[in-house]
């Protein structure tokens, strides 16, 4: 079975940074996208930032600038430092892969780590 394990995360200040990062666990031979999208207590969940096996990075616009998503294929970790945080960015984000091939031959849609609090203070 494959899982993403998520670290990182906590409270900063506005203007602060923090780190998170997701690594997968289990079988998995293939990862076509890997990412963070997160959600606000009472709103809907939004992309955050996403990198494709190919290195391709997107980010919403909301982030751009601030936060740089990283991807080490080898390693099947993706990294998500963010700068000069907001408190607009205080939300739990959650860590996905999508198209994901595990050796058994299973293929995954989309799987979705637990999630981790980021809180941003004024």
């Known amino acids: 079975q494959v899982q993403l394990v998520e670290s990182g995360g906590g409270s900063a200040q506005h203007g602060g940074s923090l780190e998170l990062s997701c690594a997968v666990s289990?079988?998995?031979?293939?990862?076509?996208?890997m990412g963070w999208y997160r959600q606000a207590s009472g709103t809907e969940r939004e992309f955050v930032a996403g990198?494709?096996?190919?290195?391709?990075?997107h980010y919403a616009d909301s982030v751009k600038g601030r936060f740089t998503i990283s991807r080490d294929n080898a390693k099947k970790v993706v990294t998500l430092q963010m700068n000069s945080l907001k408190p607009e960015d205080t939300a739990n984000y959650l860590c996905?892969?999508?198209?994901?091939?595990?050796?058994?031959?299973?293929?995954?849609?989309?799987?979705w780590g637990r999630g981790s609090q980021v809180t941003v203070s004024p």
């Open positions: 990198a494709t096996s190919g290195r391709m990075l």
């Open positions: 289990g079988n998995a031979v293939s990862i076509s996208v």
């Open positions: 996905y892969a999508r198209e994901v091939v595990a050796r058994s031959g299973e293929l995954y849609d989309v799987i």
